[in-house]
């Protein structure tokens, strides 16, 4: 238990330290800024639980609680990130994000409200609520991203699918440790800690394995050689468009380009002829 409480902060620090030095610290300002309060939180949890052991579950669903917030904006980073090169879908799909983060915050409120929990631990059953819906979301979004890398040549190098897979499979872990604890109670609960612990000291080994590579050595996504008419359109439409234009602006730009590549038949120039037949007695008008 001890070195696991001592490895995670020196891990965590390492991250920081990677971060910093190829510039991550830019790129990812709220992963950064989660990393940091996670590794002050490690430090305040490691004195409250040495030398305060009453107020050690006052601290921790504390600090739970800031976890789950700073995880939300994390989510939300990776989903800007994700999403940079298209405006429209980026601005569609963070909109969706924030709402449904209000509701379920809102819903765990409610649930905690109307339950039968009493002062303090009201807190703590809404904090509880929120956390699993978020944890589930990242399991969601790690899955959507893999589904994105199956389209994406080289997406699984990128440093934003590192950030999702350790949260997706932190989240995962959580979900079937809380599972257990539910299904057999606290009979143990030091065990599901250490693996809890864990698994998050070995998401932070992914994180460093991802971050520690210089922004110039991540590969790019390249162009795909004989491309129809239709992909080479819409890749023309944004590399030349503007950034900031509109998501159906760039839709038409694609369907302009398009039209004007494609080699449609045209009418015969050596004469225009019109072709009848004499109507039928029944078809007098």
């Known amino acids: 238990m001890y070195g696991s409480w001592l490895a995670g902060p020196l891990l965590q620090v390492t991250l920081v ?5 190829y510039k991550y610290h830019a790129a990812f300002p ?3 800024s989660y990393i940091l309060f996670q ?3 490690s430090a305040c949890l490691f004195v409250a639980y040495k030398y305060f052991p009453a107020s050690y579950f006052d601290a921790y669903w504390t600090g739970n609680a800031v976890s789950v917030i700073f995880a939300v904006a994390v989510m939300d980073e990776i989903l800007r990130s994700l999403f940079k090169e298209y405006g429209g879908i980026q601005s569609l799909g963070t909109t969706i994000f924030r709402w449904s983060c209000g509701l379920l915050l809102l819903l765990a409120i409610l649930g905690a409200w109307s339950g039968s929990e009493t002062g303090g631990d009201r807190v703590v059953a809404a904090v509880f609520a929120f956390d699993r819906s978020m944890r589930l979301m ?6 959507l991203l893999m589904l994105l890398c199956r389209l994406l040549k080289n997406c699984w190098r990128q440093p934003v699918f590192g950030i999702a897979l350790g949260f ?5 872990v959580e979900l079937i440790l809380v599972s257990v604890v539910m299904w057999s109670g606290d009979s143990h609960a030091a065990m ?3 693996l809890k612990s ?3 000291n070995a998401v932070t080994l992914v994180w460093i394995g991802y971050l520690k590579q210089q922004p110039q050595l991540v590969p790019q996504v390249e162009a795909v050689a004989n491309a129809n008419t239709l992909a080479m359109a819409l890749a023309g439409s944004a590399a030349l468009s503007d950034p900031d234009a509109s998501f159906m602006l760039r839709v038409e730009q694609a369907v302009d380009r398009v039209l004007t590549r494609s080699d449609w038949p045209r009418p015969s120039t050596k004469g225009n002829r019109i072709v009848s037949r004499k109507p039928n007695p029944e ?3």
């Open 39 to 41: 590794t002050l939180k």
């Open 17 to 21: 330290i990677f971060m910093v030095r």
């Open 138 to 143: 990242q399991v969601g979004l790690f899955l």
């Open 168 to 172: 997706g499979f932190f989240a995962s």
């Open 283 to 285: 078809e007098g008008n």
């Open 198 to 200: 864990t698994a998050y």
């Open 192 to 194: 599901i800690s250490l």
């Open 30 to 32: 709220r992963f950064f």
